[in-house]
């Protein structure tokens, strides 16, 4: 039975010739860097994560300009599962507000704009927004998804098979089948249109991928690149979600939109609800379908357990989202001096939490390298924490779960093709590619 971490023993030492290479790993006296985009091309890089959880848990980061980027202050790295989960509760402490929750500073003229997103909001006040969009985002709702969902699985599976999926022959699962999955589910639950689907995934490719150098960067008259979070850059957006509003609020149907277009929302909090769903709601399941793939082909022993169908879904997906985090890390600011792990944070320091880390810290996880998708309790970051825990947690399980039971149903087994590609960026895990070759049962 092969684990990651054996793999990641075995090649350990000769990885350390071409680590000293890497770009910034050595960054502040040697403490490994995890901050620089391009190390995540090649995946999570656990030497380094482990390196920190050991012996540096709370680490100063440099953080040097990339890509075009401009360099930024530094901030602590957070790695240990027992102080993400603090600094994730402890919004008093920890703000989403101050500097909002990106690892990048936003430009201080854009921080007012920012902070009406409510990810970008502290208790109390986040509370208002959060219990308003709760009320759309309901059990019973997403559960009547399952049908929709299971129904774009099939087709999407079979479609893949007659463009050339058959028997033994290789195909990117991403762009045949996990990608579009994801974006339709979302529309659907959204209740965007079919035809302006295409809109949606340009825009959130533009905000998501932008350190990635397959995503051409816009720039601003001075050549520099400008922030795809600022206003001018969502102005598009924002006036499609507004006539989609009014549309609904005229045609009510049975989606999001529709359910938000009728509350107290004003017209602002509805378009800033838009655009995160938009980003949150998308990119996070396109990095999870092909990653839980990914996890159950690294291991080759729990994937023949899985495909033979002796094991149940439900705490395999919440074990192939442990492993495989869509999201791999997140940004708060300190709000006053205060201590994490021994180390003292001054107010105003940047604080950012690798759930990267936190999912394989030894302290909260037996044997966190083993793919044991019947692992009970699994008690992963990969939604988050505290007041901001993911508010499609619910709707992102049932879509995973519908598409790897129908995975299943479909094929025996499945064996890469080719190395995955994956995104540059310190942000999302995506994987860009995933050439395989499945067995498609009769
Ligand atoms: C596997 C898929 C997903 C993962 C791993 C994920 C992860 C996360 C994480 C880590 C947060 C916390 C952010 C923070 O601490 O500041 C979050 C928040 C959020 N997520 Fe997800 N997400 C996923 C899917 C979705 C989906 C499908 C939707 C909606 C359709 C969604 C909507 C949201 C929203 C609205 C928030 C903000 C909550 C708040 O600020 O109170 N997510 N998500």
Redesign the pocket.
């Given at each position: 039975m092969e684990h990651i971490a054996d793999r990641h023993h075995s090649t350990e030492t000769s990885h350390i010739p071409d680590a000293l290479g890497a770009p910034g790993l050595r960054g502040v006296r040697g403490i490994p860097d995890v901050f620089d985009p391009r190390i995540y091309a090649a995946g999570i890089p656990h030497d380094r994560f482990r390196a920190l959880r050991d012996h540096y848990p709370v680490a100063r980061q440099n953080e040097d300009e990339v890509l075009g980027w401009p360099a930024g202050p530094g901030f602590w790295a957070v790695t240990r599962h027992a102080d993400v989960v603090r600094v994730?509760k402890d919004a008093a402490d920890f703000s989403?507000y101050l500097g909002a929750?990106q690892i990048r500073d936003p430009d201080p003229a854009d921080l007012p704009f920012i902070r009406r997103m409510?990810?970008n909001?502290d208790p109390p006040h986040?509370g208002r927004l959060?219990r308003l969009?709760s009320r759309a985002f309901t059990p019973a709702r997403i559960d009547r998804f399952a049908v929709t969902a299971r129904q774009r699985a099939r087709e999407l599976l079979a479609h893949a098979r007659e463009s050339g999926a058959d028997q033994g022959r290789e195909f990117d699962v991403v762009r045949a089948v996990t990608d579009d999955y994801a974006l339709l589910n979302?529309t659907d639950?959204l209740g965007v249109p079919a035809s302006d689907r295409g809109l949606l995934l340009a825009w959130t490719e533009r905000v998501i991928a932008y350190q990635d150098p397959d995503e051409p960067p816009v720039l601003d008259a001075d050549g520099r690149p400008v922030n795809p979070r600022s206003p001018a850059m969502l102005a598009e957006m924002f006036g499609y979600a507004r006539e989609l509003a009014a549309h609904k609020r005229a045609h009510p149907a049975d989606d999001i939109i529709s359910v938000l277009a009728a509350s107290e929302l004003r017209d602002a909090e509805l378009e800033m609800?838009f655009f995160?769903?938009t980003v949150?709601?998308n990119d996070?399941?396109r990095?999870?379908a092909p990653g839980g793939l990914l996890a159950l082909a690294d291991h080759p022993a729990e994937s023949r357990a899985w495909w033979a169908g002796q094991v149940a879904a439900d705490p395999a997906v919440d074990e192939l989202?442990r492993v495989h985090?869509?999201?791999l890390s997140?940004r708060r600011t300190a709000t006053r001096d205060t201590e994490l792990s021994g180390v003292p944070i001054a107010a105003g320091d940047k604080v950012v939490v690798f759930?990267a880390s936190a999912n394989y810290d030894e302290r909260a996880f037996a044997d966190p390298y083993r793919l044991d998708l019947t692992r009970t309790p699994n008690p992963h970051?990969?939604?988050?924490d505290?007041?901001?825990?993911?508010?499609?947690?619910h709707?992102?399980r049932l879509?995973?779960r519908v598409l790897h039971e129908e995975m299943r149903e479909s094929w025996q087994g499945l064996e890469l093709a080719g190395p995955p590609r994956r995104l540059v960026s310190n942000f999302i895990n995506g994987v860009k590619s995933l050439p395989v070759r499945v067995t498609w049962r009769s």
């Open positions: 994730l989403s929750t409510m990810l909001q986040h959060r969009v979302l639950l609800f995160l769903l949150a709601g996070t399941v990095s999870a989202l985090p869509p999201v997140f759930h970051v990969s939604f988050g505290g007041p901001h825990v993911c508010l499609g947690a709707f992102a879509q995973l």
